[in-house]
């Protein structure tokens, strides 16, 4: 043994190929949670809604191949190409003609040869490059080029967007509105009876009873707006946790698939989730009440009331009958 | 003669070593770059969303919709119709229904302060839209950003390991002693060249 020899090729070739299996696991890992994350973002959030827009392409954009860099910067659906220079008229608006791929270049893009009667002329020429589209038409690189391209608009569709917690905000209000317009008429109307039976019904204390009838029912429309928001708000609060949880999953199994599905899964459920609903308890009971017990107290034959009297503001705006009168009924002053 | 032969491959076989390992730890360093980026153009969108201004604006705007969805509809919006229980009697005094309606109208009026003060408070949290939720929907929008990112790095940097346990290719000439010097200068080559870059990497990430 005079010359020199490696003598640990085998255990460097295997930590190699480890590593390259390694950079590969780790690329697939990679791309496998993009994609879970993606899917998972469009469930939740909706899919981008795309628009398309044409314009003129920038040229400027675009880097030519060389040597053995490949072209860059071509837009979405068109290839470059090189063509011998003077295959185009001398504006250029004419795209050149070819006759076919002749060779292919360092940069494995194809070389055309022109055609037949403009190929004694610019055998001479050297290649420039164009873009090609799929119809095969070709542009000559810094010619007017229209594309047409897609963009993000900004606007989603699917997912959970505001119309979805706006309708089930709405859920939660016709159920709970109509019963409190319910038992506001009721008391309206429960109110008059027991005004008109105290004849009281054109008083002052009919307009403070109605006063704080009109106070109850829009404390109590108020509540019932601030209740379906905060139920809006949970349930926004368990959709995002439905997501974090998904993601936990993605991150643990790495697998896109399964985590999509049961995204879905998770997205299907909370759109059938309804709200919490409890019936609503008597809500104008104390105005009622209190009328209740000026009606009992007017009409009570015990009572006696001092004119100017202001511990019970229901019975001030009555003038009751003298005292030595007291049968109950009551004059208005 | 041998001898100059084992020593010059063994440096060559050093210098591709050294040549690799740094590629690979630019590689990582430029991944561990872009999606440190990443993370923290995630964190950039919650620190604007949570900024002071923001939030603010966030709040007053919610505020404000509820202030006028819990006056949709009731008796202390401003251009409603204030229902006065039964109407006047003939004859009846006017000063009694003006009485009335004005004791409605300022309970009414006395409603819509309360109200305000109501979808105020419920503005700042507890609710859809409002200032909380907004926050913790930014947070967890750049926790998922940021996780992602950071998930990467962790594979990325695991991966550069592995890449770093590559040992130099170390020549041997047969049993002469320069075989077994070339062997430990490798060795010493490899273990000085992989802290450095460890370093590096550290230095970087």
Redesign the interface.
């Known amino acids: 043994?005079?010359?020199?020899?490696?003598?640990?090729?085998s255990?460097?070739d295997f930590?190699?190929q480890?590593?390259a299996e390694?950079?590969a696991k780790?690329a697939a890992?990679?791309a496998s949670?993009?994609q879970g994350?993606t899917a998972i973002d469009q469930i939740f959030s909706g899919s981008p809604v795309m628009g398309t827009k044409t314009s003129n392409f920038d040229w400027s954009t675009f880097t030519p191949g060389s040597g053995r860099m490949p072209a860059s910067g071509m837009p979405a659906g068109y290839t470059a190409v090189q063509v011998p220079a003077a295959t185009t008229s001398p504006t250029g608006a004419t795209a050149p003609s070819r006759s076919g791929v002749v060779g292919m270049n360092t940069n494995n893009t194809p070389i055309y040869a022109p055609t037949a009667s403009a190929a004694s002329s610019f055998a001479a020429s050297a290649p420039s490059w164009g873009l090609e589209d799929a119809s095969g038409k070709i542009t000559k690189q810094g010619d007017p080029l229209s594309i047409t391209s897609q963009y993000d608009t900004g606007q989603r569709t699917g997912g959970f967007d505001d119309a979805f917690?706006n309708d089930y905000?709405q859920k939660v209000l016709d159920y709970y509105?109509p019963d409190e317009q319910r038992q506001y008429d009721q008391a309206?109307r429960d109110?008059?009876y027991n005004?008109?039976r105290a004849g009281t019904?054109?008083?002052?204390t009919?307009?403070?009873?109605?006063?704080?009838?009109?106070?109850n029912?829009?404390?109590q429309?108020?509540?019932i707006?601030?209740n379906a928001?905060?139920q809006?708000?949970n349930?926004?609060?368990q959709i995002?946790a439905n997501?974090?949880s998904l993601?936990n999953q993605l991150?643990a199994t790495d697998d896109p698939t399964l985590t999509a599905n049961l995204a879905e899964s998770s997205a299907a459920a909370s759109r059938m989730q309804d709200p919490t609903l409890t019936p609503a308890a008597g809500l104008f009971a104390p105005a009622l009440t209190a009328v209740g017990s000026a009606y009992n107290a007017y009409n009570s034959p015990y009572t006696v009331v001092q004119p100017g009297a202001t511990t019970n503001p229901a019975m001030v705006s009555p003038t009751p009958a003298s005292s030595s009168a007291s049968s109950g009924k009551t004059t208005y002053g | 003669m041998g001898q100059q032969a084992t020593v010059s491959a063994q440096n060559q076989a050093n210098q591709d070593w050294e040549a690799t390992q740094t590629a690979a730890a630019q590689a990582a360093a430029q991944k561990d770059a872009i999606n440190q980026q990443k993370a923290q153009a995630a964190l950039n969108v919650a620190q604007d969303k949570l900024s002071p201004a923001n939030q603010t604006q966030t709040q007053q705007t919610a505020a404000t919709g509820l202030n006028t969805q819990m006056l949709t509809g009731s008796p202390a919006a401003p251009d409603s119709n204030i229902k006065i229980l039964g109407q006047p009697q003939a004859g009846a005094d006017t000063s009694v229904s003006s009485d009335m309606a004005t004791r409605v109208t300022n309970a009414a009026r006395e409603a819509q302060g309360r109200i305000a003060a109501l979808a105020g408070l419920t503005s700042y949290g507890g609710g859809y839209g409002d200032m909380g939720s907004s926050a913790n929907m930014a947070l967890a929008n750049s926790a998922e950003g940021i996780n992602l990112a950071s998930d990467f790095r962790k594979g990325d940097t695991a991966t550069l390991g592995v890449t770093q346990q590559i040992q130099p290719i170390q020549y041997a000439q047969g049993s002469n002693i320069a075989g077994s010097l070339a062997g430990s200068l490798a060795g010493i080559a490899g273990k000085g060249l992989g802290a450095s870059l460890k370093l590096a990497n550290t230095a970087g990430g």
Request: no cysteine.
């Open positions: 043994m005079s010359g020199s020899t490696p003598t640990n090729t255990a460097v930590e190699k480890q590593a390694a950079d780790e890992r990679q949670l993009q994350q917690y905000k509105q309206q109110l008059t005004l008109a019904l054109q008083s002052s009919a307009g403070d009873k109605m006063g704080e009838l009109a106070y029912d829009a404390i429309k108020a509540n707006v601030a928001n905060a809006t708000g349930l926004q609060n995002q997501k974090e993601i991150y």
